[in-house]
């Protein structure tokens, strides 16, 4: 869940803002779906990363870069 929110809030998965506004948004923002790897495959993507490493699964790199201030 914290994933997709940082996501959202960075300005990475602006789309995927009116899902939780949904009744169910919280239940959304708890699942590991398509939607959410693509975004992580864009973020890795727009950091350099390439082949394995643009996996859309998030790694520890992933995660620092993204809470070291990755806003788009």
Request: proline share 3%; hydrophobic share 40%; glycine share 8%.
């Amino acid at each position: 869940m914290l994933l997709r929110l940082k996501l959202i809030t960075t300005g990475w998965a602006p789309e995927q803002r009116e899902a939780l506004e949904q009744e169910d948004g919280w239940e959304v923002a708890r699942e590991w779906d398509d939607e959410l790897r693509a975004v992580c495959t864009r973020f890795q993507l727009a950091h350099g990363r390439r082949g394995e490493r643009a996996s859309g699964f998030p790694d520890a790199e992933m995660w620092h870069t993204l809470w070291a201030g990755s806003a788009r």
